[in-house]
């Protein structure tokens, strides 16, 4: 079921206020900082904010780092570039061939694969947001753009040579000022989210960011959220550094195979065995996996905090059962990643990654 981020924002903005909590638009953390009992975080305005601890929920560029880990990471450019955006339902009635090609298919998702390239789209009652990832083009002009600048009508229909009108209408279709684009890049998995002293965890895209390809990016911060807030319940004021590390103890494994599959999809998406799909078209339609789409995360932490406390604080053995079904973790690194697929080599692991 589709469910538009600005639809999403809107319900958990609307529960917030709810709830009675206090949320401020518009306002930037620069720097974090901690101590033994709590933490705080300044902004950009100056003010200075201190709570019991602190989510660094900042994104791919967050503040966080120095703290955290006492440097910033390294990014590496993924050779891939995306075109987002949502634009009004309505459009379907008012372009036939948009019409046309939607059909019956009224609400849910599409997913269609061209050359080097991979076209995602999600049609709800009120909106129709699709997501275009495609190669960057050397020496183009988009190989400098930042997230949410330079995304235009011309840019996007330039990748869609050869397609269908309907993938073009639908580009056409949309407001410009609603096409974003940016340029993707990886960044190797980190084990370590939590500050030395316990006070700041790191979470979503500040603790691992993802390409649009793992079809599971949003996913895993949600996740994230309900597994903080489970061990944070279980482990109360008192224990709030022992319940962040066995936090990222319980997710960092999870979440890094499922930065791996992101790499696994890329190359199925991008570097398309066409014959292969002539034989199986079905072959990509299943990118996502059991293991990834009906895990209960925050069951999975209320069955599992103890045993990783103990884990922790007495060195009992734990493993992790939140990872594909039949596999073993390995650290891996994108520079092992780009150069089996620079000599061709497909990459496969052991268990049940789809």
Not at 199 to 227: C, K, N
Not at 318 to 331: A, H, M, S
């Amino acid at each position: 079921m589709p469910l538009t981020r600005p639809t999403l924002h809107g319900a958990l903005n609307d529960y917030a206020q709810e709830l009675n909590i206090k949320i401020e638009w518009d306002t930037a953390a620069t720097k974090f900082f901690e101590d033994h009992n709590s933490a705080g975080v300044i902004l950009a305005d100056g003010r200075v904010e201190t709570a019991d601890l602190v989510v660094a929920a900042d994104g791919i560029g967050s503040k966080s780092w120095e703290l955290v880990n006492g440097h910033k990471p390294t990014y590496i450019d993924s050779g891939l570039t995306c075109h987002v955006a949502t634009c009004p339902a309505d459009v379907v009635h008012k372009n036939k061939v948009i019409a046309d090609g939607f059909g019956d298919f009224e609400r849910g998702m599409l997913f269609s694969l061209g050359p080097g390239m991979h076209f995602g789209m999600g049609r709800t009652e009120e909106d129709i947001s699709w997501t275009m990832v495609h190669k960057t083009r050397k020496n183009h002009s988009e190989t400098a753009v930042e997230w949410g600048k330079g995304g235009t009508h011309e840019s996007a229909l330039s990748y869609c040579e050869g397609w269908a009108p309907f993938y073009k209408e639908i580009v056409k279709a949309t407001p410009s000022d609603e096409i974003l684009l940016w340029n993707l890049t990886w960044r190797d998995p980190h084990p370590n989210w939590v500050s030395s002293r316990g006070r700041v965890v790191q979470l979503g895209d500040s603790a691992h960011p993802f390409i649009p390809t793992s079809g599971a990016g949003a996913t895993m911060a949600m996740e994230d959220a309900y597994s903080l807030a489970a061990c944070l319940h279980l482990g109360g004021k008192p224990n709030i550094p022992l319940a962040l590390k066995v936090h990222n103890r319980l997710r960092f494994e999870r979440v890094s195979c499922a930065q791996k599959n992101a790499f696994r999809n890329s190359e199925k998406f991008h570097n398309t065995d066409w014959d292969a799909v002539a034989k199986d078209p079905g072959m990509s339609a299943n990118f996502t996996g059991d293991w990834l789409s009906s895990h209960n995360v925050e069951q999975y932490t209320y069955d599992n905090y103890e045993k990783v406390v103990s884990h922790i604080v007495m060195g009992t053995p734990f493993e992790n059962t939140n990872t594909p079904p039949g596999y073993t973790f390995k650290p891996w690194s994108i520079k092992e990643m780009m150069e089996a697929s620079e000599r061709g080599q497909p990459i496969i692991d052991e268990g049940e990654w789809s």
